[in-house]
């Protein structure tokens, strides 16, 4: 099925490789949120990064000139704090991150702990810590249940490639032999957990991002319609190698405009 102009009723779009790249907005991304708003699109934006709360994502948007609300920005942490608080409401957590993930737990009647808790929940961090990766790998051999935001292994820096979340959680089942459940993409999860933030259905609902093996197969999975941009990760040569099609393949989020 392909996607048929004004169609689409619900929009999610990843934000790095689509909407930015290196905290510069891509063309025809202003341009692409505008005609969002003006249709009366219900739309999120996602990302695996963990880092930041939605009002700083914002803030950096809007410093890139792109002007998208806090409560239209849907991250790793988020779909997480949401996922536990399905699980087992008012639970407790051993945390490594920053403030996208405390807060998105405490928010969600999370209590923050290091001592027996129900979870130990791994997700980015700028700095990860021994004493903290210790804790961790104590807690989880004590029986706390063991949760990373997403499976990234890697990354970007303007020196190259940092390790991130996946990295440290195989270090952590290494040590402990327990693997995570990442609650991020490509789980498909985060993108149903995203949909009902905005009461979207999967027919209706269409999903842009710029890598394959993680926006275009989740996106699938979840029954959506799915368009990748090659602006990002992957390049239109490395579409074939891979066993799923996106509905649409289009070169820049500047091609979507006209679709909405």
Known sequence: MTIERGRAECWLTDMDGVLVHEGQALPGAADFLARLVEA???F???TNNSIFTPRD?????SRSGLQVPEESIWTSALATADFLASQLPGGSAYVIGEAGLT????EAGYTLTDTDPDYVVLG???TYSFEAITRAIRLI???ARFIATNPDVTGPSPEGPLPATGSVAAAITAATGAKPYFVGKPNPMMFRSAM???E??????VMIGDRMDTDVVAGIEAGLETILVLTGSTTAADVAQFPFRPSRVLASIADVVELV
């Open 103 to 106: 807060t998105a737990l405490h």
């Open 57 to 61: 994502l914002a803030a950096r948007l």
């Open 40 to 42: 009366g699109r219900r």
């Open 196 to 198: 009902n933030r905005i």
């Open 141 to 143: 051999g004590a029986g």
């Open 200 to 205: 979207a259905h999967s027919e209706t609902t």
């Open 44 to 46: 999120l934006v996602l």
């Open 124 to 126: 980015e961090t700028r």
